[in-house]
């Protein structure tokens, strides 16, 4: 019996894993044919490769794999991708104004130190930019790893 080379599913014959997707390279005869079409743009790509590049040029990059590549794996991390960027630049404008209005409402109280909240906006970027990095590096590592809230939503709209 075969045993799939990433997640060690019993896969029989098949040439892809059933739980992870991951391609099964054959031990003995030909090796096994990749189910992209030949006429894919993305046909030479792996999918892990493919996957860490939907991250790499943030939302752009997400968006092109997502509609060019239609092996699920990287329509997921395409789709995250696009998800994480807008939820990062959501939460990076929703912090700004926050903070431009407790930072007035503190000066005009008098309160001098109202721009200290200003100080946790390179912590907030430092915690976007390691998520950014940790999807890419799970997206390497062939794992489908979901995000909180996104990962859900996102799997329900590439699965329909």
Request: aromatic share 14%; proline share 5%.
């Amino acid at each position: 019996m075969a045993f799939c080379k990433s997640c060690g599913q019993e896969i029989g014959d098949a040439g892809f894993c059933p739980k992870c997707g991951a391609a099964q390279l054959a031990t003995t005869g030909p090796v096994a044919a990749v189910s992209v079409p030949a006429d894919s743009p993305t046909a030479g790509i792996e999918e892990n490769i493919a996957g860490l590049l939907c991250y790499l040029f943030m939302w752009i990059s997400g968006l092109i794999f997502l509609l060019l590549d239609k092996r699920p794996f990287v329509k997921f991390h395409a789709a995250q991708s696009i998800a994480f960027n807008i939820l990062a630049a959501a939460i990076g404008i929703v912090f700004g104004i926050g903070m431009w209005i407790i930072s007035m409402i503190l000066l005009a109280l008098r309160f001098p130190f109202g721009f200290l909240g200003f100080l946790l906006w390179p912590a907030i970027g430092f915690c976007i930019f390691l998520t950014w990095v940790y999807l890419m590096y799970k997206a390497y590592s062939h794992e489908k790893f979901k995000l909180p809230i996104i990962g859900n939503l996102v799997e329900g709209m590439v699965n329909k």
